[in-house]
C-alpha cells in the first residue's frame, strides 16, 4: 500500500501493536507507566471515623437547643486512641485526624465554641449527626479495586499505591528502542566538522522524543550507502522491539533500506503517506519488531514520530491516551494549501483578549529544524483545504510533552 490518508495508516500502526508483557518496578520509579494488574486495598482507610476538623468530638443530640455547655473529659491528638466512652453532657476536644471517641456522633469546629472555666465549654451551633466525621472506609475498604489494570501512574496514583504499601508495582514493560539513520552525506556528532555533510540532527531529535515517552532508546549509529554496513546495523536493530530508521526511506537508486529490510523478512504494510511533511514514512512488522522507516529531513522526522511513532509505543506499554491532545485556536494569518494532503503546520501559541491564536514558525520547509524547535504545536490542514485565511478557526495538537488524548483528532 502506497499513498494511505494519515487515519488509516496511524489505524494501521495501532492495529499491529500489542501491549508489552508485565514487569514488576519498585515504586519509585513507577511514575509516568502503566497498571498491568488490578490493585486492591489492604486495609480500610481511615481506619476508624475520625474528626474532619480541630474541634470537639460531641453528641448531637446535647446541642439540640444550643448554645449547650458540655464537660471536656478527654484531648484526642492524631495518632491517639480515645480512652473514654462520652456520656450525656460530656465532649472530647478532638484534632484533625484523630479518632471519634465511642459515644460522639458528630464534631463541632473550634471557631463555633466558647472556652469557660477549666474542663467545660459552650457549644454554640446545633449541628446533625455525623457532621465533620470522616468514615471509616470513607477513602477505601479492604480488598476493593482502588486502582484498575490500564491506569497511569501520575503522582496521584503514587500516593494511592503508598497508601496500599505497594512497594514493588506490576506495569507493562517499556519497548526497547533502536534508532539508525542512514546516508553518506550524514556526520556523526563526534566526527570531526566537514562543511560537505550534514549533522546528524535526526537520531538526538527521535533520542529525544522517545525518551519524553519515559524510554531509554539505543543509538546504532550511520548506516553508510552501503548494502552490507546497512544489512549488519539493520539485522541488529531488528533485535530490539522497536526499530526508527531515519532516512534512504525514498526511491532513488542509493536507498537501500526497503530492499534490505524487505530481503531481512520485514513484512512491509505500508510505504508513503499522504502527508507534509513525512509522504515518505513506511511502516514494517518482524517476527520479534516492529519497524518505522522515517523520512531524513529532520522536521519530517519529528513529525512523523508524533503522528505515528509516539501513539505506537505508549499504546505498546499500555497507555489508553496515546494521541496528543488537540485545541481549537484561531489562525493569525493565512496559509496557504494546494497539495491534497494533510499538512502539519509549526505554530506558536499565544492568547490574545481570551482566545488561543495560532502563528506559524515561519518557513515551513521540511529541512528547516528550527520550525519545529520553536513550535507548541503542530497546525492540522485537511487534504481537502484549499488554504486557511486568517481568523480562521483550526485545530493544533499540542507539543507539550505531557498531554494526550484517546483518539487522533481532526480531519485527517
Not at 460530656?90 to 471517641?101: N, S
Not at 539508525?180 to 555533510?197: Q, Y
Not at 552490507?228 to 525514498?250: E, K
Not at 483545504?385 to 510533552?401: F, I, K, M, N, W
Amino acid at each position: 500500500m502506497s499513498g494511505l490518508t494519515v487515519a488509516a495508516a496511524q489505524r494501521c500502526v495501532i492495529a499491529a501493536m500489542k501491549r508489552l508483557g508485565a514487569e514488576s518496578v519498585p515504586l519509585q520509579q513507577a511514575l509516568g507507566r502503566v497498571l498491568a494488574e488490578d490493585v486492591r486495598a489492604n486495609r480500610d482507610q481511615p481506619p476508624y471515623d475520625v474528626s474532619a476538623m480541630d474541634g470537639f468530638a460531641i453528641r448531637s443530640a446535647d446541642v439540640a437547643s444550643a448554645p449547650a455547655v458540655l464537660e471536656v473529659v478527654e484531648d484526642i491528638k492524631a495518632g491517639d486512641m480515645p480512652q473514654k466512652v462520652l456520656a450525656a453532657g460530656q465532649c472530647a476536644r478532638i484534632m484533625t485526624g484523630a479518632p471519634v471517641p465511642h459515644g460522639a456522633d458528630a464534631v463541632i469546629r473550634g471557631e463555633d465554641t466558647q472556652a469557660l472555666t477549666e474542663g467545660r465549654v459552650q457549644i454554640d451551633v446545633s449541628v446533625k449527626s455525623r457532621n465533620d466525621i470522616r468514615d471509616r472506609g470513607e477513602s477505601m475498604r479492604t480488598g476493593e479495586v482502588v486502582l484498575p489494570a490500564g491506569t497511569e501512574i501520575t503522582p496521584g496514583v503514587v500516593g494511592m499505591l503508598a497508601m496500599v504499601k505497594a512497594a514493588q508495582v506490576p506495569v507493562y514493560r517499556q519497548p526497547r528502542v533502536a534508532i539508525l539513520s542512514t546516508g553518506d552525506e550524514l556526520e556523526g556528532l563526534d566526527e570531526p566538522i566537514d562543511a560537505n555533510k550534514i549533522p546528524d540532527a535526526n537520531s538526538y531529535a527521535l533520542m529525544a522524543q522517545v525518551q519524553a515517552l519515559g524510554i531509554q532508546p539505543v543509538l546504532l549509529g550511520i548506516a553508510r550507502d552501503d548494502p552490507d554496513h546497512l544489512r549488519g546495523l539493520l539485522q541488529r536493530g531488528l533485535q530490539f522491539d522497536v526499530l526508527l530508521v531515519s532516512g534512504g526511506t525514498s526511491v532513488g537508486v542509493h536507498d537501500y533500506v526497503r530492499p534490505t529490510l524487505e530481503a531481512l523478512g520485514v513484512q512491509m504494510q505500508f510505504w508513503g503517506v499522504a502527508m507534509k511533511p513525512g509522504h515518505p514514512m513506511a511502516f514494517g512488522v518482524a517476527p520479534l519488531t516492529w519497524v518505522f522507516g522515517i523520512p531524513g529531513n529532520p522536521v519530517s522526522s519529528m513529525v512523523c514520530f508524533e503522528e505515528f511513532i509516539g501513539p505506537a509505543l505508549r499504546r505498546a506499554m499500555g497507555h489508553q491516551n496515546i494521541y496528543r491532545r488537540t485545541v481549537t485556536a484561531k489562525l493569525a494569518r493565512d496559509v496557504k494549501h494546494k497539495h491534497r494532503r494533510t499538512e502539519f503546520v509549526r505554530v506558536m501559541l499565544a492568547r490574545d483578549e481570551g482566545a488561543l491564536v495560532a502563528t506559524p514558525t515561519g518557513d515551513q520547509g521540511s529541512g528547516i529544524l528550527r520550525s519545529m524547535a520553536m513550535a507548541e504545536g503542530l497546525m492540522v490542514v485537511p487534504a481537502s483545504s484549499q488554504g486557511v485565511a486568517a481568523g480562521a478557526e483550526v485545530t493544533v495538537q499540542l507539543l507539550d510533552g505531557t498531554a494526550y488524548q484517546g483518539e487522533a483528532g481532526g480531519e485527517w
